[in-house]
């Protein structure tokens, strides 16, 4: 009998209701497979959880983030058990640590090293429906450890390659991967399947669909990722193995990246280092479109997500108080499609569009899958439109 992980994510478990939902999709894989489940906190646990440890300190403590926010997570995998019992189906729910999932220490961040599957197979070949905590691990020192924001992606794909299920299945409020936000564009369209280089890109450059790095783990032990609806029973996305073409498959269109400019009247080439250092290596903020021009003066840029602002913001403050920096809003519209550079009318139409508007472009990064472009300032929907019509058919 094949196995299957199915994770659900906090919009598909969200109150009692959209949990008997939930139940009855799992009856309908467990009829003929060992079912393993993956769920997230229910609705807007994290976030609430978020804003009332902020309450209490500005910058909270990251270790302890971890166990309160880990804590959401428990609660979801106790109530769907409860629920699948009732309904009179054996079911076990299990924390992270309990589920055999060990990480690194990277408090909010960390990454999965190993996953000991000896409990999760005990319980399957008792035919218990196996329901597991996502998002969350211990780290060698027994210190609970979290995965950053849609971490339950990450684990339902690792547990899926650890005991070499036959399909991992994620589960949200929409039905697979869109060639851009629906929500923005309303002649979005939904993509039957894509490489895994190809979502890599998308949820790198800020779509909420999957965890990046359950993209990559999914590529590293070629495990087929389905992103299903838990809401209808129409066919998903699937990503796999690379496809051959050189289409456009999505475009990205990501509102909250902020420009930074740090500026200082003096400089020495130990500025860059003892800040890039302190910045990347220290506090684990992601920089990105780097640009160095200092030589006299400082005269330093880079991006980082929104998410980051208030970390950045303190980290400089407290530790660099002698130079100058302006923050500043922008969007950045990625165009993602394996083998697109091959295609100079990708290009040809994408320049046409950003010159016909008069947007100014701060950087333009081409590579085999992407074409990503910084603007100076916050664009419009109606340029993602636009830039969807012409390159989508």
Same mark, same amino acid.
């Given at each position: ?5 199915? $994770?659900?994510?906090?919009?598909? @478990? ?6 008997? !939902? ?5 009856? #309908?894989?467990?009829?003929? =497979? ?96 196996? @329901? ?7 780290? #060698? ?21 650890? +005991? ?9 409020? @929409? ?13 979005? $369209? ?5 490489? *895994?280089?190809?979502?890599?890109? +998308?949820? =790198? ?13 999914? #590529?590293?032990?070629? +495990? ?17 193995? $690379?496809? #051959?073409?050189?289409? @456009? ?23 860059? *280092? ?54 500043? =809003?922008?969007?950045? +519209?990625?165009?993602?499609? *394996? ?9 040809? $139409? ?23 472009? =910084? ?16 390159? !989508?058919?």
């Amino acid at each position: 009998m094949d196995t299957v992980v199915l $994770k659900f994510g906090g919009s598909s @478990v969200a109150d009692n209701i959209k949990l008997n !939902i939930v139940a009855d999709k799992i009856l #309908e894989y467990y009829q003929n =497979n060992n079912v393993i489940v993956v769920v997230s906190a229910q609705g807007k646990t994290t976030d609430g959880l978020i804003k009332q440890a902020k309450e209490l300190s500005a910058i909270p403590d990251c270790r302890e983030m971890d166990v309160l926010l880990s804590t959401g997570e428990q609660i979801t995998t106790s109530k769907l058990c409860i629920l699948l019992k009732r309904m009179g189906y054996e079911a076990v729910s299990l924390t992270g640590w309990q589920a055999g999932i060990l990480t690194d220490s990277n408090s909010q961040e960390a990454k999965i090293e190993a996953i000991c599957t000896d409990r999760i197979q005990e319980e399957l070949a008792e035919r218990r429906i196996v @329901v597991i905590a996502g998002f969350q691990g211990i780290d #060698e020192k027994g210190n609970i450890t979290t995965l950053g924001r849609g971490g339950s992606d990450t684990t339902a794909v690792a547990i899926a390659a650890a +005991i070499q299920a036959a399909h991992c299945y994620i589960f949200s409020d @929409v039905d697979g991967v869109y060639t851009t936000d629906p929500n923005k564009v309303t002649v979005a $369209k939904k993509l039957e399947s894509l490489s *895994y280089e190809e979502m890599l890109d +998308i949820s =790198n450059e800020g779509a909420k669909v999957l965890h990046n790095r359950c993209v990559e783990i999914g #590529e590293r032990f070629h +495990i087929p990722i389905v992103t299903k609806s838990t809401f209808n029973n129409q066919p998903g996305s699937t990503i796999c193995d $690379k496809v #051959e073409d050189t289409e @456009v498959k999505s475009i990205v269109k990501n509102d909250n990246i902020i420009l930074v400019k740090i500026t200082a009247n003096s400089y020495r080439t130990k500025d860059f *280092y003892d800040l890039y250092a302190k910045l990347v290596s220290e506090k684990n903020i992601a920089i990105m479109d780097l640009s160095n021009k200092s030589n006299q003066t400082m005269n330093l840029s880079f991006t980082i997500k929104l998410d980051q602002l208030t970390l950045l913001q303190s980290t400089l403050e407290t530790d660099f108080p002698m130079y100058q920096v302006a923050y500043k =809003n922008i969007t950045r +519209i990625s165009i993602i499609g *394996y083998g697109i550079l091959k295609n100079n009318d990708i290009l040809n $139409k994408t320049i046409s569009i950003l010159q016909a508007n008069n947007l100014e472009v701060t950087s333009f990064d081409v590579t085999g899958s992407k074409i990503a472009i =910084n603007f100076a300032d916050a664009v419009e929907n109606n340029i993602l439109e636009q830039l969807h019509n012409s390159l !989508i058919s």
